[in-house]
């Protein structure tokens, strides 16, 4: 099984400043088709998981650009680059290198000082 | 648009079995795999298994086996979880994704709780 470790668990961040998350999988995350399958959720409160980055660095669509990715192998960061008071919620990331197989970090909880 | 909508909650006693339903609309039905995703209260994801619409084939989690189905209806676009002998740990938000290049169509989950 592929293990995916975030850190830290639990952040807090004042608005307007910047907030960085990790993500550290077993094993690389590159597929022999040149794609790197690590994924960025936001899940907020009573809702489902919402996609924030695709393939460690394509925000998706709606997304907006305070949010980034970067990473390679096995080694992930998620970048916010001034945080507001709607990003609050928990940040999974979510590999898919063995599909039909997915699997999510623990989550970290951002909340706004 | 691309829309998940499942089934309501649901209240089952332990030894119970529950079946959860997810209802595809906006997209071809058959042309994408559907994940579900667990999430125990206050806890993380968790991946319970995939099936393809497209002929039923599916594929479980081992922790699952033995005590899982995944249905799938394509006269009325609705892919179904079924899990049995529930106990109380099985209390969780059940959640249906659409398997493609973003995983972003998520359904709004159902909530089972199980209890005596």
């Known amino acids: 099984d592929v293990v995916v470790t975030q850190t830290p668990l639990s952040l807090s961040v004042t608005p307007g400043q910047p907030a960085s998350i990790s993500c550290r999988s077993s094993?690389?995350?590159?597929?022999?088709?040149?794609?790197?399958?690590l994924y960025w959720y936001l899940q907020k409160p009573g809702q489902p998981p919402q996609l924030l980055i695709y393939?460690?660095?394509n925000r998706f669509s709606g997304v907006p650009d305070r949010f980034s990715g970067s990473g390679s192998g096995t080694d992930f960061t998620l970048k916010i680059s001034r945080v507001e008071a709607e990003d609050v919620g928990i940040y999974y990331c979510?590999?898919?290198?063995?599909?039909?197989?997915?699997?999510f970090g623990q989550g970290t909880r951002l909340e706004i000082k | 648009q691309v829309q998940l909508v499942q089934s309501g909650a649901e209240l089952k006693k332990p030894g119970a079995s529950v079946k959860v339903a997810c209802k595809s609309s906006g997209y071809t039905f058959t042309k994408y795999y559907i994940h579900w995703v667990r999430q125990a209260p206050g806890q993380g994801l968790e991946w319970m298994g995939i099936?393809?619409?497209?002929?039923?084939?599916?594929a479980y989690a081992q922790k699952f086996q033995g005590r899982i189905n995944m249905t799938s209806d394509t006269s009325t676009s609705t892919v179904y979880v079924e899990l049995k002998s529930l106990r109380s740990d099985d209390t969780a938000i059940y959640f249906c994704a659409r398997e493609d290049q973003y995983t972003a169509y998520w359904g709004q989950g159902s909530l089972v709780t199980v209890s005596s």
């Open positions: 393939e460690v660095s």
């Open positions: 099936i393809n619409p497209n002929g039923g084939g599916t």
């Open positions: 979510m590999q898919s290198i063995k599909l039909p197989e997915i699997t």
């Open positions: 094993q690389s995350l590159l597929h022999t088709d040149g794609k790197t399958y």
